[in-house]
């Protein structure tokens, strides 16, 4: 079943790109199965660079509420709004399912994951230029 | 009972795999797209096993025996994407001077006819010649993009992979090492299924100056999996920015000695986006 055809929001990149940038970059994400990101930005990134490529893109997002039961039916969320939407599994790892609103109805959407692992291998190994 | 003969019903069974097939993404046409999407594919692949196995009654033992498999196949999967990317990227360098050059440049991927018939229905000249070859070692990949995209004297000094610190770009020599000890781990997955033999060992033994043991089955762990991603994208990403730069400064030099080859603005349009970055040939700048 389609992102659409269940409890969901509607969220624009830059508003995601601000939230990412307030997790700021010592926090990781990875992008399950989109092929625009994924073409864009290598993964697993910092904030700042996921950010920096969905503000490049001008395309609304459609996102899932996590609660099945809720009755969102693609009311516009901020910023502000996505630290209570996101999913934590059991190791602290924050997701979101998410979609583009000009994708078809048989879109299944892709997620946004936090890799806290990765974040914290990167923080112990990274020089600060590699050429 | 004893379980029935498979016999002929084999070959058709296997030749049916030939059909499970999809179709390439749409990225497939820009190699540093391709080569992410497949790298990171993989990584999610772990994630994902994270996120559903996390809940899961699981016996830690066979956990870790088959993610430990899962690891090997990942790092086998991330090598192969990256070879994929450099004959995708020296593809590209072909099909944009094979047509406007006269010199030997292209002998470097010599091909038997037979070779080259096999690869006839490729997409292009570039993927026909540049498929049908492994991109494997440092040293031929260095060769092949040094000589194809030499200057119109035959003089080259790009290096993919810079072996002495001397070599531009300067002080990245490392990279050289740290790749050819990465395709000798793609050839112990690849053909031993792991197993680090006599030979495996010797050669290892001499690329990171530590000793070996062999025989032993290799088992990467998390963070080498993670390790090797991040060197590859970088890597890739690298040698991305400089082809293209180096391609667009020879295809500017063959536009210098006859004006009457291409229009330098519509060359640069078609190279940006096969590079997903901007491109100025004669001075004319497209942006992907």
């Known amino acids: ?131 | 009972m004893p379980r029935p003969a498979f016999n002929t019903l084999a070959e058709d069974r296997i030749a049916a795999i030939v059909g499970h097939a999809s179709d390439l993404p749409a990225e497939a046409e820009i190699p540093i797209a391709h080569f992410r999407r497949t790298s990171t594919d993989s990584w999610n692949l772990l994630l994902y096993l994270d996120r559903n196995l996390s809940h899961a009654n699981i016996y830690g033992t066979a956990y870790d025996r088959h993610m430990a498999r899962v690891n090997k196949m990942i790092l086998l999967s991330l090598c192969a994407a990256f070879e994929r990317f450099l004959k995708e990227v020296a593809a590209i360098c072909v099909d944009h001077l094979a047509s406007r050059v006269l010199d030997n440049r292209l002998d470097t991927l010599a091909q038997k006819g037979s070779t080259i018939a096999a690869h006839f229905d490729a997409h292009t000249l570039g993927r026909a010649m540049c498929e049908s070859v492994t991109w494997l070692d440092c040293d031929e990949v260095n060769d092949r993009f040094r000589k194809i995209l030499s200057d119109v004297a035959g003089n080259s000094n790009f290096y993919v992979f810079p072996k002495l610190a001397t070599q531009e770009p300067h002080r990245t020599e490392w990279r050289y090492r740290t790749m050819r000890t990465l395709w000798q781990l793609r050839h112990t997955i690849a053909h031993n299924d792991g197993v680090i033999t006599k030979s495996d060992a010797l050669k290892l033994r001499l690329m990171i100056k530590a000793p070996v043991q062999s025989p032993r089955m290799i088992c990467p762990a998390r963070d080498d999996l993670r390790s090797t991603k991040r060197f590859l994208d970088e890597t890739a990403d690298s040698i991305n920015a400089r082809v293209a730069t180096r391609l667009a400064v020879c295809l500017e030099e063959l536009y210098r000695a006859d004006n009457n080859l291409f229009v330098p603005a519509d060359e640069a349009a078609l190279l940006a986006p096969k590079f997903s970055q901007p491109v100025t040939i004669a001075g004319a700048l497209a942006n992907p």
């Not at chain 1, 508003?15 to 997790?23: G, K, N």
């Open chain 1, 1 to 131: 079943m389609s992102i659409r055809q269940r409890a969901h929001y509607r969220l624009t990149t830059s508003e995601l790109a601000q939230w990412l940038d307030q997790q700021g970059d010592d926090c990781w994400w990875s992008i399950d199965g989109d092929p625009l990101l994924t073409g864009l930005v290598s993964l697993p990134c910092p904030s700042g660079e996921l950010a920096e490529a969905l503000r490049q893109i001008r395309i609304p997002l459609l996102l899932q509420d996590k609660d099945n039961n809720s009755q969102a039916a693609g009311q516009s969320v901020l910023a502000e709004d996505l630290d209570r939407l996101a999913v934590t599994d059991n190791q602290g790892n924050r997701s979101f399912l998410l979609g583009w609103a000009h994708a078809p109805a048989s879109d299944l959407g892709w997620l946004l994951v936090e890799d806290r692992e990765t974040a914290q291998s990167s923080s112990s190994s990274s020089s600060p230029t590699s050429p």
